[in-house]
């Protein structure tokens, strides 16, 4: 049995040769594209653990292609591969929701280690949610909709959505403002000071009419965070 599937997303065909090789040789199944498009459909259509995604490709670059994974199917890990070796393009990358960021050239040995350790962490983590209904409400997050029961719709911005999703994901344990700001911003929470997250949790409730003074459905744990109250039966 294979111990995870792996897309290899690289325009370098010596270079993709010798990883989907190194992969299977390790025990890993693994598709392969060639360039931005087809790895990005490839990684929606597909059932894969994990992505390794080069930077420089054509038809659509890693960093767009990161993208729109993270809004499309944000529980997948996904490393990126790339001779940008740059501190700039190191932070974007890991800003735009890369789990891991190994600069060209690699060992086969360090590759491995990185994947079974992005791996290893995604065992862990939740999986995302399609939909909830709360508040009387239904949230749907693949068309970032909250649908109330006489039918009318309000349309949630991404990041209103991501937020959401995350806590409806995490159901049942408090998220601090600096897993929110990685988890959902990308950013490195050390040494930020922001009210983004309270603004954004505060519009929120006022979308979903939770009261702000006593609210019952994004709840706030002192001292821990927000957590999103039990999902009601369907």
């Known amino acids: 049995m294979p111990r995870g599937t792996i897309l290899v997303v690289e325009d370098d065909a010596a270079i993709r040769r010798g990883i989907v090789d190194a992969l299977r040789f390790a025990g890993y199944q ?4 060639a360039d931005g ?3 990005l459909s490839s990684a929606i259509g597909a059932e894969i653990d994990l992505v390794l995604l080069d930077i420089l490709m054509p038809k659509m670059d890693g960093f767009a292609v990161l993208e729109e994974l993270r809004r499309v199917r944000p529980a997948l890990p996904v490393i990126v591969l790339t001779a940008r070796g740059a501190e700039d393009d190191r932070v974007r990358g890991l800003r735009g929701g890369a789990d891991d960021y190994v600069v060209k050239p690699f060992s086969a040995k360090e ?7 992005v791996l290893r962490r995604s065992a862990e983590r939740p999986q995302a949610v399609a ?3 709360i508040a009387g409400r239904t949230i749907d997050f693949e068309r970032r909709e909250i649908r109330q029961a ?3 719709c309000a349309v949630l911005s991404v990041r209103e ?3 959401l999703q995350y ?3 995490n159901r049942g ?3 601090d403002r600096s897993e929110l700001l990685a988890r959902v911003w990308g950013f490195d929470p050390r040494g930020v000071r922001t009210r983004t997250v309270d603004m954004h949790i505060a519009r929120l409730r006022e979308r979903l009419g939770d009261d702000p003074v006593n609210p019952t459905v994004i709840c706030t744990v002192r001292g821990k965070g927000y957590m999103l109250a039990a999902e009601e039966d369907a």
């Open 111 to 117: 590759l491995l280690a990185r994947v079974e350790a």
């Open 173 to 175: 344990r408090a998220i």
């Open 37 to 39: 498009q087809v790895g």
């Open 30 to 33: 693994t598709f392969e594209a």
């Open 131 to 133: 939909a909830i209904r």
């Open 161 to 163: 959505a991501a937020i």
């Open 167 to 169: 806590l409806a994901a």
């Open 150 to 152: 006489d039918g009318q």
